[in-house]
């Protein structure tokens, strides 16, 4: 990755706003979830429009021109239609309108679904330069009167730039699916609204996930120690928690983004990642483990190297 870069909506949700609408209390939504506050997307704040200026940022970060992407991989389970596709406008809005270009929907994991995807075609000398986009209105298919979804879930889009490398800098993916279990988080076709039964959600990440980000480090060649970041899927901030110390790492940096942000599905690993960086908390070269898992029930997880 040679270049990040991120779109939050203009518009701030507090607590005692969300709180309102869902019939809890603004410290209810902060124990139970941990988020103090969240982006809103206005109507001229689509899927696509947040993309494309998350990923112009990328490009800027990365030194590099429209001229040097040839895919556009847009991560979103949030397009308010089935088609068009939202990468084709992204790509279009970019300045690179011949790029392939196609989404993929894999919920919370789907930026690092992407990111996999991503290293692979460069592997393969089918492409030289991926912009790979987390992208979500998720605030278009939750109720804000649900307090299990609402208080929870917000808009956003963030981006990286990937380029071929000397020496690897994205390693092997950890991936998979539990589909057995796919009806915990879902919007049924009837009502167009997410459900998810969050009590089994939180036991399935506090007790099947951690495994999978130590198989990801061992596939790196490293063990957790030899980590800067972890970069978990901002889901709520006690499942975070609860990985960071899973993983027994001591001294590291584990992004908490969930509390400004709330979970902004596949939108939520790229923003965090984008906020430490601006903070000074990761540096260029830095080791930093992503980890997306979401509804599917899926989940990808791998080390980078920071840009």
Not at 14 to 37: C, K, L, M
Not at 56 to 84: F, K, N, Q, W, Y
Not at 142 to 170: K, M, N, Q, W, Y
Not at 214 to 241: D, S, W
Request: hydrophobic content about 45%.
């Amino acid at each position: 990755m040679v270049g990040v870069g991120a779109y939050r909506p203009v518009a701030v949700v507090t607590n005692e706003e969300a709180a309102t609408s869902a019939g809890v209390s603004a410290d209810w939504i902060s124990q139970r979830v941990g988020v103090e506050e969240r982006r809103h997307a206005d109507g001229d704040e689509t899927v696509v429009a947040m993309a494309v200026e998350a990923a112009r940022e990328a490009l800027a970060d990365g030194g590099r021109t429209a001229d040097d992407i040839d895919v556009v991989l847009l991560a979103t389970c949030s397009m308010p239609s089935p088609m068009p596709n939202g990468a084709a406008s992204v790509a279009s809005g970019l300045g690179c309108p011949a790029a392939a270009a196609f989404d993929l929907n894999a919920a919370c994991s789907g930026f690092c679904h992407g990111l996999a995807v991503a290293d692979a075609l460069i592997r393969a000398g089918t492409a030289r330069g991926v912009m790979v986009i987390g992208s979500e209105r998720m605030t278009d298919w939750v109720s804000a009167e649900d307090r299990s979804t609402g208080p929870i879930f917000a808009d956003g889009a963030a981006a990286a730039l990937v380029v071929p490398s000397a020496e690897p800098a994205i390693f092997p993916v950890a991936w998979g699916s539990d589909g057995r279990n796919a009806d915990l988080i879902k919007i049924p076709g009837n009502t167009g609204e997410m459900e998810m039964v969050g009590r089994k959600v939180f036991r399935w990440t506090t007790t099947a996930l951690a495994e999978v980000a130590k198989t990801a480090c061992e596939r790196a060649g490293m063990v957790p120690a030899n980590l800067k970041a972890f970069v978990p899927h901002q889901a709520n901030l006690r499942i975070i928690e609860h990985l960071s110390r899973a993983i027994d790492a001591p001294g590291l940096v584990t992004a908490n983004d969930v509390v400004s942000a709330g979970n902004t599905s596949a939108a939520s690993v790229p923003l965090a990642l984008h906020m430490l960086r601006q903070r000074g908390e990761v540096g260029s070269g830095d080791p930093v483990l992503l980890f997306g898992f979401g509804a599917g029930l899926t989940y990808a997880a791998q080390v980078v190297l920071c840009p």
